[in-house]
């Protein structure tokens, strides 16, 4: 995509969505950093289910450290990779109360020192929770930045490090989350639905569904190869 493909992108995405916000629910942003960390290969609604009542219940490390590992589990146990997640939780916890008084640091190095949170974890913490120009590359963002053709890589830091070069203001802060909530909704997985995309005449993706119910080029193949061994089962019955 050109610079003013780029720009144009965003601006009808912002037209539609002025306020961009995540679709965690949290109350503070250590509450924001932990429902992050639960996110991880989680969906949000998932996350927000199992955090309603815990966070009615903790709002700062020194409780989440008081309530302890087996007491977090009881209330994430419907989150993938639960047991885990819970260890690190707490541990993050033990260290924001001895490290920062209980405060969690604006600084990207010193959140990913924490235990759980990695690079991602931490640029959403600091662009949701401090307003920085930070690109969380999940797998939404990773697919929409490759498909479109605005910032091409083989992994989430390359893919990162275009977007820091190409995306233009006024879009800095909310690009992340109009790129993930157009992956979610719009530019999906299996069949992105490009039929009602409202910047498809700027992507760069040429295998575009643009009639509802259409499928990609790739989908039909796939559908095609497992279609095909039933057909032969059925004409060597047929033959014996």
């Avoid at 610079?3 to 916000?21: C, G, S, W, Y």
């Avoid at 993050?92 to 600084?107: A, F, H, K, N, T």
């Avoid at 080029?217 to 059925?234: E, I, L, M, T, Y």
Wanted: hydrophobic share 40%.
């Amino acid at each position: 995509m050109k610079k003013d493909q780029i720009f144009e992108f965003f601006r009808r995405l912002a037209e539609l969505n002025p306020d961009p916000v995540t679709e965690l629910e949290f109350g503070n942003v250590y509450q924001l950093l932990v429902a992050v960390t639960l996110s991880a290969q989680s969906t949000d609604v998932g996350v927000n289910k199992a955090t309603r009542a815990l966070f009615r219940e903790v709002t700062t490390p020194q409780q989440m450290v008081e309530l302890g590992e087996e007491g977090l589990k009881e209330h994430i146990k419907t989150i993938g990779l639960f047991n885990s997640k819970a260890k690190n939780v707490i541990a993050l916890s033990q260290m924001l109360v001895d490290r920062y008084g209980g405060e969690v640091p604006q600084d990207r190095d010193a959140l990913v020192e924490l235990p759980g949170v990695g690079r991602k974890t931490a640029n959403v913490v600091m662009n949701c929770a401090f307003g920085a120009e930070t690109f969380a590359v999940d797998t939404h963002i990773f697919r929409v930045a490759n498909r479109t053709g605005m910032a091409k890589g083989k992994t989430p830091l390359a893919v990162e490090k275009g977007l820091e070069k190409k995306v233009p203001n006024p879009f800095r802060v909310g690009s992340h989350h109009w790129m993930i909530l157009h992956g979610r909704y719009i530019c999906k997985a299996r069949t992105p639905e490009c039929w009602r995309c409202p910047v498809v005449d700027l992507c760069g993706f040429k295998d575009k569904v643009l009639e509802k119910g259409a499928k990609t080029a790739a989908a039909k193949k796939a559908a095609a190869k497992k279609v095909a061994p039933k057909k032969q089962a059925g004409a060597a019955k047929g033959q014996a």
